[in-house]
């Protein structure tokens, strides 16, 4: 009888474990609108990145904000208020730590409120530089980006109804452990350095901004995904509607002319992106 049982236990196992290990390489990112995605690593992992949920164009924003219960990491490239967003509120909700330059990081404490004992040496770093987080899981390298950076301090906040410096404005790497190697431009121009971010690991998903005027626009755009190289490239910080916006597909076209090689994935405020690994994906 225990011999029998353990041999249906056996079986039972041995065909859970390939669902277990596929549900172990998945990654889900959903937009958020702006600059701003959600990231969930295959370990069940909550990172943001320019977390501004309650933006214009993400009708779901208060109602997600609201049901955030876990966030363990915050990520910021720049102090404008379209990124910084809804840090703040995110960490006091979920003790998340933030991930940014030293600069930056003490202009949200001291400006926009962040709470101070999320905000360490652990999890600041610089242009050029990587952390490594999460027990191993996460590694993320700060990026150069060419852009501006300062903060509006919240009310009752010092320097109130005034503009403070927030350092220098980054792009991010982030490489998750059984999942992709994630590119996010931040705010950005067009630079040819852009290609030697493949030092860290050959990008599998870019989110990289389109929208003109503030930062680059489709066709510059397109150019970096040349120089880059992704598998997949998600366009961000423009303003979106139901229907394909004449920026995205712009940016479509010129994707192709300047690369065939990137797939363009245009998602919508709210859609998620299930990524999974496979066997032949490229990590360093």
């Known amino acids: 009888m225990l011999h029998r049982m353990f041999i249906l236990i056996t079986a039972f196992f041995s065909l859970l474990m390939p669902v277990m290990a596929q549900a172990s390489n998945r990654t889900d990112i959903t937009w958020l609108g702006q600059s701003g995605f959600r990231v969930i690593t295959p370990t069940g992992r909550v990172l943001f990145i320019d977390p501004w949920l309650l933006n214009s164009v993400y009708p779901k924003g208060r109602e997600v904000m609201e049901s955030v219960n876990r966030a363990d990491l915050i990520l910021v490239t720049h102090g404008h208020g379209d990124h910084v967003g809804n840090a703040t509120a995110i960490a006091r909700k979920t003790g998340a730590k933030l991930v940014a330059t030293q600069e930056l990081g003490r202009a949200m404490i001291s400006h926009a409120g962040f709470p101070e004992k999320q905000f360490s040496l652990e999890t600041s770093g610089n242009i050029g530089g990587e952390i490594t987080l999460l027990d191993g899981e996460v590694k993320i390298a700060f990026v150069p980006a060419f852009?501006?950076?300062?903060?509006?301090?919240?009310?009752?906040?010092?320097?109130?109804?005034?503009?403070?410096?927030?350092?220098?404005?980054?792009?991010?790497?982030?490489?998750?452990?059984?999942?992709?190697?994630?590119?996010?431009?931040?705010?950005?121009?067009?630079?040819?350095?852009?290609?030697?971010?493949?030092?860290?690991?050959?990008?599998?998903?870019?989110?990289?901004?389109?929208?003109?005027?503030?930062?680059?626009?489709?066709?510059?755009?397109?150019?970096?995904?040349?120089?880059?190289?992704?598998?997949?490239?998600?366009?961000?910080?423009?303003?979106?509607?139901?229907?394909?916006?004449?920026?995205?597909?712009?940016?479509?076209?010129?994707?192709?002319?300047?690369?065939?090689?990137?797939?363009?994935?245009?998602?919508?405020?709210?859609?998620?992106?299930?990524?999974?690994?496979?066997?032949?994906?490229?990590?360093?």
């Not at 030092?199 to 998903?205: A, N, S």
């Not at 229907?243 to 065939?260: C, D, I, L, M, P």
Request: some cysteine; aromatic content about 8%; proline content about 8%.
């Open 147 to 284: 852009h501006s950076s300062s903060i509006e301090p919240v009310d009752g906040m010092p320097g109130s109804g005034q503009l403070v410096y927030a350092g220098t404005p980054s792009g991010f790497v982030i490489n998750i452990r059984n999942g992709p190697i994630i590119y996010h431009t931040g705010d950005t121009d067009l630079f040819g350095d852009m290609e030697l971010v493949r030092d860290f690991g050959q990008i599998d998903i870019m989110m990289l901004c389109i929208g003109d005027k503030f930062t680059m626009g489709p066709r510059r755009a397109a150019k970096a995904v040349r120089l880059v190289e992704p598998a997949m490239a998600i366009p961000m910080h423009y303003s979106p509607v139901p229907a394909w916006t004449a920026a995205s597909e712009a940016f479509r076209q010129e994707v192709k002319k300047a690369s065939g090689k990137s797939q363009v994935n245009v998602m919508q405020p709210g859609d998620t992106l299930n990524w999974e690994r496979k066997p032949s994906s490229r990590k360093r």
